[in-house]
């Protein structure tokens, strides 16, 4: 039996509701997060081929939230999933959409490294990255992305939008109204006092 039926994976996609984007504020929340620690698991693995600095963020605080993943999730929501939709019509079978989605996330994610990067990590006058350098990794993109990374990423992007996405919107959509809007507010509130304390 399928994790999720037809309905379940459009489940929650309603651009036009309150619900929509206070659920996505609560996604921001807790995937800046969490996407820290998968980060850790993974910066963990390459390690071992020392490729990972021992000076990075990755390895600090682990409640230190990593923004981009918020971001990661909202792009997610709003440009993955209509792609996904639309894919899923237009293809004979799911395979061959999930292949075509898979391909255009690999993009997506190597333009999101692509654009952080540019704005946060430009190296000094020494050539030193402050955040990361994948100047000299093979398959590296302008010195800032990586493919390995951004197929990496796109692996995740994928089993966020057509899995996790669906059953948290799912999830969520059982609780009642009132306990839902104060379960966000407490979220939102408390990630900003994170993000206070963190960021300071």
């Not at 799911?94 to 946060?120: D, H, K, P, R, Y």
């Not at 190296?123 to 390995?148: M, R």
């Not at 839902?180 to 900003?192: D, R, S």
Request: net charge negative; with cysteine.
């Amino acid at each position: 039996m399928p994790i999720l039926s037809k309905e379940d994976e459009r489940y929650g996609y309603e651009p036009g509701s309150f619900a929509f984007w206070r659920n996505l504020a609560v996604y921001f929340c807790v995937f800046s997060v969490l996407g820290h620690w998968m980060e850790i698991v993974y910066c963990s693995f390459m390690n071992v081929f020392g490729i990972v600095d021992a000076d990075s963020l990755v390895w600090d605080d682990p409640m230190y939230p990593f923004l981009v993943y918020g971001v990661g999730v909202v792009v997610c929501a709003l440009v993955l999933m209509p792609l996904k939709t639309a894919l899923v019509a237009r293809r004979a079978t799911l395979v061959s959409a999930g292949i075509q989605f898979f391909a255009a996330t690999v993009v997506v994610c190597m333009l999101m490294e692509l654009a952080m990067g540019f704005m946060l990590n430009q190296p000094n006058a020494a050539g030193e990255y402050p955040l990361w350098d994948n100047s000299q990794l093979p398959f590296n993109i302008l010195g800032q992305a990586w493919l390995v990374n951004d197929l990496a990423l796109a692996a995740v992007a994928m089993l966020y939008t057509w899995i996790v996405y669906p059953l948290c919107q799912k999830a969520l959509g059982k609780l009642p109204l009132r306990a839902m809007n104060l379960l966000a507010a407490v979220v939102v509130i408390g990630f900003v006092v994170l993000c206070a304390a963190k960021f300071a």
